[in-house]
T-cell receptor, first 113, second 113 residues
């Protein structure tokens, strides 16, 4: 069975500071990995995805993530955050790319000035 | 290109009733998945339909069912509603091509009273 653990439920950070949101997964088969963002009363928006190839993945809004197979991790990073990055972030895994996603519990990123 | 459309956006039902939620996928997408989001359990996969057939199923009771029509539109039905069914129900569509990802709608907020 697959599972996802987001190691921090809340991450407070000041504007223009760097941030890392941590995600570990477990799976007995090859996986596809995703990071989604959710703003209040909205659906999920894809930030980035790892399907294959380069382990460093760049996404929208300046976010990037690195797939580490040996550590079964897929941490999300941004070098300088903005107030507008305040949202809930979800890491997800699937062995079927784009469907049957297994989500972590989410990390609330709060950016203050 | 229009996004994933879910109707209605908000719904209030009484315990014991049944409810049907609708999802129109992005044009050309053949896979539709449903997810339940609650504060306690987070985001959980309900089921996926592809070409009118249920292809994947999460761990939910039989009260939760769905179907997909020939135009890829999907409906989700919950019978004998319980208070615990109160949640945000999210629909996601995917083209299921090689570089696939799931595109989410804004969700239907169901409140059971």
């Amino acid at each position: 069975a697959q599972s996802v653990t987001q190691l921090d439920s809340q991450v407070p950070v000041f504007e223009e500071a760097p941030v890392e949101l941590r995600c570990n997964y477990s799976s007995s088969v090859s996986v596809y990995l995703f990071w989604y963002v959710q703003y209040p009363n909205q659906g999920l928006q894809l930030l980035l995805k790892y399907l294959s190839g380069s382990t460093l993945v760049k996404g929208i809004n300046g976010f990037e993530a690195e797939f580490n197979k040996s550590q079964t991790s897929f941490h999300l990073r941004k070098p300088s955050v903005h107030i507008s990055d305040t949202a809930e972030y979800f890491c997800a895994v699937s062995n079927q790319a784009g469907t049957a996603l297994i989500f972590g519990k989410g990390t609330t990123l709060s950016v203050s000035s | 290109k229009a996004g994933v459309t879910q109707t209605p956006r908000y719904l209030i039902k009484t315990r014991g009733q049944q409810v049907t939620l609708s999802c129109s996928p992005i044009s050309g997408h053949r896979s539709v998945s449903w997810y339940q989001q609650t504060p306690g359990q987070g985001l959980q996969f309900l089921f996926e339909y592809f070409s009118e057939t249920q292809r994947n199923k999460g761990n939910f009771p039989g009260r939760f069912s769905g179907r997909q029509f020939s135009n890829s539109r999907s409906e989700m039905n919950v019978s004998t509603l319980e208070l615990g069914d109160s949640a945000l129900y999210l629909c996601a569509s995917s083209p299921m091509d090689r570089d696939t990802e799931a595109f989410f709608g804004q969700g239907t907020r169901l409140t059971v009273v």
